[in-house]
């Protein structure tokens, strides 16, 4: 029986492309439109681009997709054959020129997985954005999350492949989804502290330097709750990074791109705590799922 994922959000969509030669790929999401989104960055070392439309002083926009890739840097090419797609279907901001699709995207470094030379390009993200569908979402190695893993910081002995993962609960009359793709140097736990990755909670490995590039947890929360006010959604964006800090030890260090995105559609009702505390749920359940289905795949 599936479990309920990001796209139990009704009109929430997801796409993969995977080059499994490689170990990396692409995700993309969209969502109803108009939205709101936001984005909260922790991680020292991040990989993005369109973020900047998200922060406070920016007049708010609709985003029309949002991009996950693996590639490190090079991976956010993959985001232009998003816009293309996009402008081809005549979406975007409204401009004296035409629309410009708004299209954030941020990405994960898995160089070291597969062919360091297959890096996501632009007709990538087209065919993830052409694949994208209402069914439950493909979780494990696949997408962004092909190449990706978890446990570096303890060595290479210690080090599993990671993947997506994905969760949504109701809460009143609206729904809470999200997408995580996971690629952490620190050990996963549950959100009841139960060690996934065969680390210790209070452990102290060999410094995190010695493993730069292997972090980042790129989070998507999505809700058809009616919230207007951006600030309520970075409150949402704040549990989304608690729940990474429950269950990813080390996170947020200087070597990691870790961010979340929140966007917000629709007009059901729902109680703001309970939002932000279903955030925390659902990021922590994706990430526990990331561990279960990429170990399933191996």
Same mark, same amino acid.
């Given at each position: ?5 990001? =796209? ?15 170990? &990396? @790929?692409?995700?993309?999401? &969209? ?16 990989? &993005? ?18 991009? #996950? ?7 956010? %090419? ?26 954030? *995207? ?6 070291? =997985? ?14 993830? /954005? ?26 290479? @002995?210690?080090?599993?492949? *990671? $993947?997506?993962?994905? %969760?949504?609960?109701?809460? @009143? ?11 952490? %140097? ?6 009841? @502290? ?18 730069? $590039?292997?972090?980042? =947890? ?26 990474? $800090? %429950? ?7 200087? /070597?990691? $791109? ?17 939002? +932000? +505390?279903?955030? #925390? ?18």
């Amino acid at each position: 029986m599936s479990v309920p994922t990001i =796209t139990a959000v009704p009109g929430v969509e997801v796409g993969h492309h995977t080059d499994t030669a490689a170990a &990396t @790929g692409v995700t993309v999401i &969209t969502f109803p439109e108009p939205n709101r989104a936001v984005v909260d960055v922790r991680g020292g070392a991040p990989g &993005t681009r369109e973020t900047d439309v998200l922060g406070d002083a920016i007049k708010p926009v609709t985003v029309n997709a949002l991009v #996950f890739a693996g590639g490190s840097a090079f991976g956010l %090419a993959a985001a232009n054959g998003v816009v293309e797609e996009i402008e081809s279907e005549g979406r975007g901001a409204p401009t004296p020129a035409g629309p410009v699709p708004i299209v954030p *995207a941020a990405i994960v470094f898995d160089l070291m =997985t597969g062919d360091v030379r297959g890096r996501p390009e632009a007709e990538h993200g087209a065919a993830a /954005y052409k694949n994208r569908s209402g069914a439950a979402v493909a979780m494990g190695r696949v997408g962004a999350g092909a190449g990706t893993t978890v446990g570096a910081w303890r060595g290479p @002995g210690a080090i599993r492949f *990671a $993947g997506i993962g994905s %969760a949504a609960v109701r809460v @009143g009359e609206s729904t809470v989804g999200a997408l995580v793709v996971l690629n952490a %140097a620190g050990d996963v736990f549950s959100l009841e @502290g139960e060690s996934l990755t065969g680390g210790e909670p209070d452990s102290l490995a060999p410094p995190i330097g010695s493993v730069p $590039g292997d972090n980042t =947890t790129l989070v998507c929360v999505a809700t058809d709750a009616g919230i207007e006010d951006r600030n309520e959604l970075r409150r949402i964006a704040i549990r989304a990074h608690d729940a990474i $800090g %429950a269950c990813i030890r080390p996170t947020h260090t200087r /070597y990691d $791109g870790d961010s979340a995105f929140v966007v917000s559609f629709g007009s059901m009702d729902a109680n703001l705590d309970a939002l +932000q +505390q279903a955030a #925390f749920v659902v990021v922590g359940r994706a990430i526990e799922r990331a561990v279960a289905e990429a170990g399933r795949a191996s």
